[in-house]
């Protein structure tokens, strides 16, 4: 079966801390991708990152790093220095045979200031 | 270039009505997507389209609802009749066949709420 769990339904932090998102994921295909997206307030679905099943070096794109660890089926997403505007739901999505994208349940991140 | 197109933003209606809603995706992708946002069942796929072929239906909760993709920069989703657990936020997405990663964008979804 696919699945993709974020256990952490809602995340609180002081702006300036760092906050990891975890992502567990199932499939049993050796081919797959691993998204991320955000959901700010305003709605819409903001792709973040593509990450495909070869390739497991860690990536990191301003104060946003991804850690992708097939071994433990883990795809976790690190804020550094949260600001305000970071306060979103983030999904985690697993990408498979066919093009169709199971998403996680997602993480509501509440960023105070 | 303009992103996924959805309309109506905010659909209120009672229950019983049709209602419809619409979906522009990005010109030139090859694949369209409907989901359903809902509290208590997250983001569902109901239903996907290549190249204006439904490809996989499954989601799709009953026969009330029903979509369409007449051309490659239209689609449509119908609910016939809406019921008050039909409230939710509806996105549509669409992505270019590749090699398979390619991420999907996504409209700003309709809220609909069904009274």
């Known amino acids: 079966a696919q699945k993709v769990t974020q256990a952490q339904t809602e995340i609180s932090v002081v702006e300036k801390e760092d906050v990891t998102l975890d992502c567990v994921y199932e499939t049993r295909d050796t081919t797959y991708y691993l998204f991320w997206y955000k959901q700010p307030p305003s709605g819409e679905l903001v792709f973040l990152i593509r990450r495909n099943s070869f390739d497991e070096q860690n990536e990191i794109s301003g104060r946003y790093s991804w850690n992708f660890q097939k071994s433990t089926s883990s795809f976790n997403f690190t804020i550094t220095a949260s600001q305000v505007v970071d306060s979103a739901v983030y999904f985690c999505a697993l990408k498979y045979a066919g093009n169709m994208l199971t998403f996680g349940g997602g993480t509501r991140l509440m960023v105070k200031p | 270039d303009a992103g996924v197109i959805q309309s109506p933003r905010h659909e209120v209606t009672e229950m019983g009505q049709e209602v419809t809603l619409r979906c522009k995706p990005i010109s030139g992708h090859d694949y369209l997507f409907w989901y359903r946002q809902t509290m208590m069942r997250g983001l569902e796929l109901l239903i996907y389209?290549?190249?204006?072929?439904?490809?996989?239906d499954s989601g799709m909760p009953e026969d009330r609802f029903s979509a369409k993709m007449p051309n490659a920069s239209f689609s449509t989703l119908k609910i016939q009749p809406s019921e008050p657990r039909d409230s939710a936020v509806y996105f549509c997405a669409s992505s270019l066949l590749g090699q398979g990663g390619e991420k999907l964008f996504f409209g700003s979804g309709t809220q609909l709420s069904v009274l």
């Open positions: 389209f290549n190249n204006n072929v439904p490809i996989d």
